[in-house]
Structures are given as structure tokens and as C-alpha cells.
């Protein structure tokens, strides 16, 4: 997981270097539940000072992404089937609108892109690099959120994925075996869907897609919660 890391330029402020890595990390499930964050050992990966560690670690805790520890570590939150559900009943909500907004939105550029992100996904999942398939399937949802012109939906929508990132790592943990074992397509057939309704320009087609999609990785992580 640290290997993924890099050095923090001196061209950005350190400390932002260390958040918007950390942030992107913890959004794509590269963290345990429950796994704990010593500021030390981050602070090696990034070749910092323990300062920006810290700091990085406290707004990520403001965004519920960590818990923070008395000693000053972070812990990434554990798992629950309550939890889950609490959060794909409010991803639903968030993007599903955000989807619908985009509809009318979208440029056929913009669908051809996205078509090229699935594409990619189900490639990465034909040479079983499940990581990758998790970034293009963030990379999917948010290129699609963001033709909704709505900043206010696109910060709570990744505020969600943040709290979510426990459970995509799960999935990379315990259905690795059938994700590699599937074609590709199982798990894109609802971002198809997604991408027939926007050529269609189907605000309420696109939002029902996305709300499937988020149904169905629910479906298959309930279980696990247990």
C-alpha cells in the first residue's frame, strides 16, 4: 500500500500534498477497517516531518474518513452492516441526483469518455487488477457527477466514498476470487445502462442506473458485514 505513495513536491504545500494522497487512498479502499495510521511510519512513506502527518490526519477525521486516537494515530473505522446500509441509502440519494442532473449535461465527448473508462475497467478486470478496476470505477462515477454542475453534490458525494472506502477495500479482500472469476461486464452492466440513458438524455434512466449499481455492490457486501 505505501509503495503507492510519493514524495510530496515542494511545488505544493507539504501538508496538502499529504491529505489529497491520503484522501484519494482511503476513497479507493487502500486501508483496512480498523486499520491503524501511525503519523511516524507516514511520515517516513512521505518523507515529511511528523507537522503536515498530523494535520493531514485531523481533517480526514473531520471528514469522518478517520477516528483519531489519544496518542495522535488514526484508525480508519470498522465495518458494519448498519453502517453500510446507512451509507448506500444516502449514496443513492446524493448520487443518484447527481446522475440525473447530468443527463441533460452531457456532451456526447462527454459519454464517448465515459464509455472509455468502462472499457478500461473491464480490461483491467480480463488481466485480474482488481485495484484497478476500483479507480476507474471511481473515476466513472465522479467524471459522470461532475456534468451535474452541482459542487455542493459532488463534496458530499465524495464525502461518501471516503466513509465508503472501508468497504471497497473489503471487496478487494474477500471478492477477489469471484471478481476474477467473472467477466468484466458483470460489473459494469449497470454503467452501460447509465451511458443508454444519457444518449438518451434520460435524467430518470441515468439516476435509476446509478442507483442500481450501488444496490447491487451493497448486495454483495451485506454479507461480509456480518
Known sequence: ME???????????????????????????????????????LADTFGTSHMPVREAL???????????????????????????????????????????LAAPNTS?????????????????????????????????HFTLYQGSGSEVLLQLAESLWLRFGPYMRMLT????????????ETYTRHHHDAIAALRQRDGAGVRQAISEDIKSTQTLLRPLCD
Open 3 to 41: 509503495s503507492e505513495f510519493v514524495p510530496v513536491s515542494k511545488r505544493v504545500t507539504i501538508q496538502d500534498g499529504v491529505y489529497q494522497q491520503l484522501r484519494h487512498a482511503l476513497m479507493v479502499g487502500r486501508f483496512d477497517p480498523g486499520q491503524t495510521l501511525t503519523i511516524a511510519s
Open 58 to 100: 485531523r481533517r480526514l477525521a473531520a471528514e469522518n474518513a478517520l477516528e483519531i486516537a489519544p496518542n495522535g494515530s488514526a484508525r480508519v473505522p470498522a465495518i458494519s452492516k448498519a453502517r453500510l446500509d446507512d451509507l448506500c441509502r444516502a449514496r443513492i440519494a446524493i448520487e443518484g441526483l447527481a446522475a440525473e
Open 108 to 140: 456526447d465527448a462527454d459519454i464517448n469518455a465515459l464509455e472509455e473508462l468502462v472499457k478500461a475497467h473491464e480490461t483491467s478486470s480480463h488481466e485480474e487488477s482488481i485495484y484497478t478496476m476500483l479507480v476507474k470505477n471511481q473515476e466513472f
Open 173 to 184: 479482500r474477500h471478492l477477489e476470487p469471484t471478481l476474477r472469476s467473472h467477466e468484466g
